[in-house]
């Protein structure tokens, strides 16, 4: 609607003026003051009109000359109570636009298109008509005819407010809208600039301004107000502020342009260089001297080097420099000279910008050298890398004189002395994600790492002080070292609210450094020196291994909130530790145990300071109130197992005086224990107290010392705990050697293995011969109180080269240490070596078929220190795998079969672990601090389990196994080991195993696999009375006690199986069967005694006897042969007979043990052919020895004979028994002991 708002139109030639509604409701056309439905103009004359409305939007009038529309005018929400701004968008030079209205010329022929709409950006622009040809643009005022009286408030939206805020539309220009106001008495708008140095626009009609003449890359704020046209001129509030940049002028460089006769040398240039796209600068100083404030410096790619592409300035203006494509495209090469890279001197600030350029190779020799060197400046650095740069006692970005700089999404790399260093007047802000690798941070200054930034480190030391509430994150493998009298205080204001360290590396606090009010999620952390901890919440995973949160020296740990996954805290050794751990909150919950999963471990550390008792009994008591935490108590908060979840409690390291094992008598304080549903809690001869307690009805809780328990294991499934717990020496810089990765889908287990590959050195900056670099790969396990561990991992060779294998070491340091390094000895200890085996077996791609081979050895941890955590190291030994390397210069993770066929060194490791077994016990299975027949019984009842952790992976069963016999498995041997134990007199507390000669020492108890899987049959237990207890071959009178339910007894049975009685033997304990010979004749086989008549003679024909000078066939060397158990108790060594066979002139029995006299080399088992005599010491001749020498390289386990059988032609068959590596064997030897044959039973 248009009321009293009028438009005055000169004609030159007759028009009609037409009005078609656009919208709805009633519209028609008042022309000097009469209602019309067509107004006719003829030339020369002047019509007033109006165009009327019910209610529509908008409508259109069409100018007609003849039957030919010459033009259009649109416009859209006209407001009755106001005058309205329209705007022709096209006019037409050949007419004039005057105050008082429009003049057309005439111009027959010509169809011309007006819209009446509000001005566009710009003042003036053109269009193409019909005719083709161009026409300039004006405007058309609409000029109102008188206003109300009396108006006397302001128009509305009032304050005003913006229909288009500020938008730049080109590096000098802002065009802006605002709201059309109303007001009865007319408009007018002031648009004002606040900041920025832009121009006002006085009073106008339009509601649109365009502010020009203005600075590039610069920021410029706007208000807006109205004012109505009345006498009063009644204005509205400002409109909120609103803020616009300008783009920026773009100046190119390029150090190879099409015209420049110098490419790459600055010095000799194109002569119309102007910074323009044609004719670039070619050095980066000229184009920042020629550009303006709010420039932009495009760079092309290209290496720029020499006069203006070093030690360059900005020279205080606020302009970018900017690369095409990226750092690594753009590259300021000092090419080792004596200068620097930026140099921002001028007091610039955060708009002056260098983004995405790599800066290398300088050499600076002054203290203050830098690749970017701000003072009393911030300029903003945003996606550079600064990289191998030499500065002195400078730093990649050198801050001082109260500089600020902003660095964003930056790699600061391998730069000496430092990546950067902040003076103590200076800061320097991160944004976006900032990553130094191999660079110190220095200074005494603070770095400021807001919310949503990341500052990334790999291997570096930080001696500036850092704040915010961001994140610092070490990756997998990386280290962070906080030295010196850095702070890094993470405090806020806001509630909850800290900044983070997510450490998947090493974190390490030394000399006075402080961390507090901070978020910390540590895979490993060492608080070292008189290092402060405070106020942080510190969150620990699973993944975590044990005791890898560490205090040393004289570490303060005091007010932090600890939440642990299982006993993964804060660990001392209290002896020498002098610092302060007070006021910490311990919250623990128990994951482990689930799902298959080995049972946690939690140590004891608290003093009992209520038992009154000389030796209290263990349990769970309650207390009306648990203390606090202190260095006295180690108070858990909450100690939660969740469902299924399972922990056994240990004291394993000494956390309170005397510090002595035989007086340990730590407990656990702890405020709110619960535990789940089908939870198992072990307290393991242990004192818990409790302030509160829930358990589920169906949680169970034991008594029970462990006998084992898994220390810790990498099976390599998944791809986290492979990066937090394994190092490697691969290197990515200066280029790519990838030594050892983590491989899936292929067999033999494609759920995750460890591949290890030599490789030959390929520099491309120096091709000459490459040396072979051996594949290293060290893992973290749980830290370690005991005197001997059992290290066990599975292995495939995927070459058949008789060069390569495989080195193994404990180390009580996490990082590698060079073979030369003088600190080597101290830390490290050779426990093995492993050659490729020999084809065929298990371990080796020979057969064709991928097998693994387990490698276990019981180890004696000696002079090294395991309280902070066990390392395990591989070295690969052996020539370069030749496969070509793959894009990148890295390996692809091809299939086994795929690799190494050069016979280059490559293997795979699986299910890497350590356990724990019979720690300080070995015969003592059942704790009552004597060997007795309670042990022997409790061999009995585990008799036909597998010799491992148990189901439940909360005991072992592996101290039953391994004194005879160590075949992975409880069975009669075990049993007879027992019996033979008990019936010596000895004590055994300690005694783990029977030499098989003098050459060799007393092993441990074997191990079985790592890998818990169910048992055929639950754990037995011995029942308070024997009455009912019915052991084969044993005495079954419902009175015995356990002696006499020990003693032997040989029962007979009829050919229907119906027991026809039983005697007593002679020999009544440690009998292991009963043999035959070709008369008929009985014969009992005795661990101490050897084999026996079983008559009434009770005659031993083959007592323990020694023979000398044997030449054996194994070496071809002279040997003692040991027949049956040598000496008695702890003096015992060899085997006892385990079985027997008769022919009409000798006996065969198994096993003997054969001594070479050559001291390096070992004792073995083989089968004997002995022609007994009539006296003699001992009454029996060897006459055969029966041996299948193992091949070269051989990893079987062929010392475990137990059975020998003879057929009718004399041939003799020996059966081999042991669970790893496929020794389950059987071979066949003719009656002279020459081998026919040999059988793996798997």
């Not at 007018?188 to 600039?193: K, L, Q, S, V, W």
Request: proline residues 7%.
């Amino acid at each position: 609607m248009l009321r009293d708002t009028h438009l005055i139109i000169y004609l030159a030639v007759p028009a009609v003026l037409l009005l078609t509604p656009v919208a709805y409701g009633d519209i028609f056309l008042t022309a000097n003051g009469e209602e019309v439905d067509v107004i006719v103009i003829d030339v020369n004359d002047t019509a007033t009109f109006e165009v009327v409305s019910d209610n529509f939007d908008s409508y259109t009038a069409y100018f007609y000359h003849g039957l030919t529309a010459i033009g259009i005018f649109s416009h859209i929400d006209t407001r009755p109570e106001a005058g309205e701004y329209a705007y022709v968008e096209q006019a037409i030079d050949m007419f004039q636009i005057g105050a008082d209205g429009i003049e057309f010329p005439p111009v027959p022929g010509i169809h011309f298109i007006f819209l009446f709409e509000p001005p566009p950006e710009f003042e003036e622009f053109d269009v193409i008509l019909k005719d083709e040809f161009w026409i300039d643009v004006d405007s058309i005022h609409i000029v109102p005819m008188g206003a109300p009286p009396d108006d006397v408030t302001p128009p509305e939206p009032d304050p005003m407010t913006w229909a288009s805020p500020p938008e730049a539309i080109g590096h000098d220009r802002i065009t802006m809208t605002a709201t059309a106001a109303s007001d009865l008495s007319g408009v007018e708008y002031y648009f004002e600039c606040v900041s920025g140095g832009g121009h006002d626009s006085d009073w106008q009609l339009s509601p649109i301004y365009m502010d020009t003449l203005l600075l590039p890359s610069t920021e410029y704020t706007y208000r807006v107000k109205a004012r109505d046209m009345s006498e009063l001129q009644n204005e509205t509030d400002w409109s909120v502020p609103a803020s616009a940049t300008t783009f920026s002028r773009a100046v190119y460089v390029d150090d190879d342009a099409l015209f420049d006769p110098g490419p790459g040398d600055p010095d000799i240039s194109d002569p119309y260089e102007d910074g323009s796209m044609e004719h670039p600068f070619d050095a980066i100083q000229e184009a920042i001297d020629a550009a303006m404030p709010g420039d932009t410096v495009i760079v092309l790619d290209g290496t720029y080097t020499g006069t203006g592409n070093h030690d360059i300035s900005f020279l205080g203006k606020p302009i970018t420099i900017r690369s095409q494509n990226g750092p690594d495209n753009c590259i300021i090469d000092a090419q080792g000279g004596n200068v620097g890279g930026f140099n921002f001197t001028h007091g610039e600030g955060a708009d002056s910008v260098v983004d995405g350029v790599k800066i290398i190779n300088i050499h600076f020799s002054v203290p203050s050298g830098a690749a970017i060197h701000s003072d009393g400046s911030s300029p903003t650095i945003k996606n550079c890398i600064i990289r191998d740069n030499i500065l002195g006692e400078g730093g990649a970005v050198y801050c001082s004189s109260y500089s600020n700089p902003t660095i964003i999404d930056c790699t600061i790399r391998h730069n000496n002395a430092h990546g950067i260093w902040i003076g103590f007047d200076s800061t320097a802000l991160i944004l976006g994600t900032v990553r130094f690798i191999s660079n110190n941070l220095a200074g005494y200054g603070t770095l400021q790492i807001p919310a949503d930034a990341t500052l990334e480190v790999h291997n570096c030391e930080v001696t500036c002080n850092i704040a915010g509430v961001g994140t610092v994150y070490v990756p997998y493998g990386k280290e962070l070292v906080v030295k010196e009298n850095a702070v890094v205080d993470f405090f806020s204001v806001e509630p909850n609210t800290k900044g983070t360290i997510q450490c998947d590396g090493l974190l390490r606090v030394q000399d006075n450094a402080e961390i507090s009010n901070a978020n910390i999620n540590p895979a490993f952390a060492s608080f070292e020196g008189n290092a402060v901890i405070s106020g942080n919440v510190i969150t620990t995973r699973a993944e975590t291994p044990y005791g890898q949160l560490v205090a040393r020296d004289s570490a303060i740990i005091i007010g932090n909130v600890f939440n642990a996954n299982g006993d993964r805290y804060i660990d001392v050794n209290p002896q020498p530790f002098t610092g302060v751990i007070q006021d910490n909150q311990v919250f623990v919950t128990v994951t482990e145990g689930r799902n298959n999963t080995p049972p946690g471990l939690f140590e004891l550390r608290g003093q009992d300071m209520f038992c009154s008792e000389p030796l209290c009994e263990p349990g769970l008591y309650p207390l009306p109130a648990v203390p606090d935490f202190n260095a006295n108590t180690w108070t858990v908060e909450k100690f939660e197992l969740l469902d299924g979840a399972k922990a056994t409690l240990t004291k394993r390291f000494d956390y309170q005086p005397p510090y002595a094992p035989d007086l340990d008598e730590d407990v656990l304080y702890v405020k709110h224990l619960i535990l789940g549903s089908n939870s198992f809690l072990n307290i393991g001869f242990n004192r818990v107290y409790y302030e509160e307690l829930d358990a589920a009805p169906d949680a169970v809780v034991k008594e029970k010392p462990p006998m084992g328990y898994l220390l810790d294991r990498i099976p390599f499934d998944s791809q986290t705990e492979y990066e937090t717990k394994v190092v490697s020496n691969n290197f990515y810089e200066p280029y790519p050697m990838i030594f050892v990765e983590r491989v899936e889908g292929i067999e033999p287990d494609p759920t995750g293995m460890l591949r290890m590959r030599n490789l030959s050195e390929i520099d491309p900056c120096f091709p000459g011969d490459p040396r072979v670099l051996n594949a290293r790969a060290k893992g973290l396990f749980s830290k370690s109180g005991e005197d001997k561990v059992l290290i066990r991992f599975s292995y495939l060779f995927e070459t058949n080269n008789p060069e390569v294998g495989l080195e193994i070491y404990i180390s009580d340091v996490p990082y590698m240490l060079a073979h030369n390094d003088p600190l080597r000895a101290e830390h490290y200890m050779k426990i093995g070596y492993l050659p490729v085996p020999a084809p065929d077996q298990p371990g080796t791609t020979g057969s064709g078929i991928a097998r693994l081979a387990v490698f276990q050895r019981v180890i004696s941890t000696e002079y090294l220190n395991f309280t902070d955590g066990m390392w395990l190291e591989l070295e690969l030994i052996g020539p370069a795998v030749s496969q070509p390397l793959a894009a990148g210069m890295g390996f692809d993770t091809g299939g086994a079969e795929s690799v190494s066929s050069d016979g280059g060194a490559s293997v795979l490791i699986d299910d890497w672990g350590v356990e724990v077994h019979c720690d300080g016990i070995c015969m003592d299975v059942n704790w009552d601090t004597i060997v007795s027949e309670g042990d022997f019984l409790t061999v009995i009842a585990a008799c036909g389990l597998p010799a491992s952790l148990d189901p439940n992976a909360t005991d072992s069963l592996v101290c039953l196994d391994g004194f005879f016999s160590g075949d992975g498995f409880v069975d009669p041997l075990d049993v007879i080991s027992w019996d033979w134990a008990v019936d010596s007199g000895d004590s055994f507390l300690f005694y783990c195993g029977v030499p098989l000669g003098e050459t060799a020492a007393a092993s441990a108890a074997g191990s079985g696999e790592i890998t818990v899987s169910p048992a055929s049959s639950p754990y037995l237990s011995l029942p308070d009375a024997l009455g009912d207890l019915l052991i084969a071959g044993k005495r079954s009178t419902s009175g015995d006690n356990s002696e006499l339910k020990s003693k032997d007894r040989l029962y007979v049975f009829d050919n229907n199986g119906v027991c026809e009685g039983w005697s007593a033997p002679e020999s009544d304990r440690c009998n292991i069967r009963v043999v035959g010979d070709m008369d008929g004749n009985l014969y009992q086989i005795n661990s101490a005694d050897g084999v026996l008549r079983l008559d009434d003679t009770n005659e031993v024909i083959i007592p323990p006897g020694e023979i000398t000078d044997v030449n054996e066939p194994r070496y071809n060397k002279a040997a003692v042969v040991y027949v049956g158990l040598m000496g008695s108790g702890e003096d015992a060594m060899g085997r006892p007979i385990f079985d027997a066979a008769f022919d009409a002139s000798y006996v065969y029995v198994v096993p003997v043990v054969v001594d070479p006299n050559d001291p390096n080399e070992e004792p073995y088992a083989a089968a004997a052919k002995l022609l007994l005599l009539e006296s003699g010491e001992p009454p029996y001749q060897l006459v055969q020895l029966y041996d299948d020498p193992p091949p070269e390289n051989d990893n079987q386990y062929r010392n475990n004979l137990r059975e020998i059988e003879l057929d009718a032609a004399g041939n003799v068959y020996v059966v081999n028994a042991h669970s790893l590596n496929e020794s389950d064997m059987v071979f066949k030897y003719d009656p002279n002991g020459t081998k026919i044959q040999s059988l793996s039973l798997g």
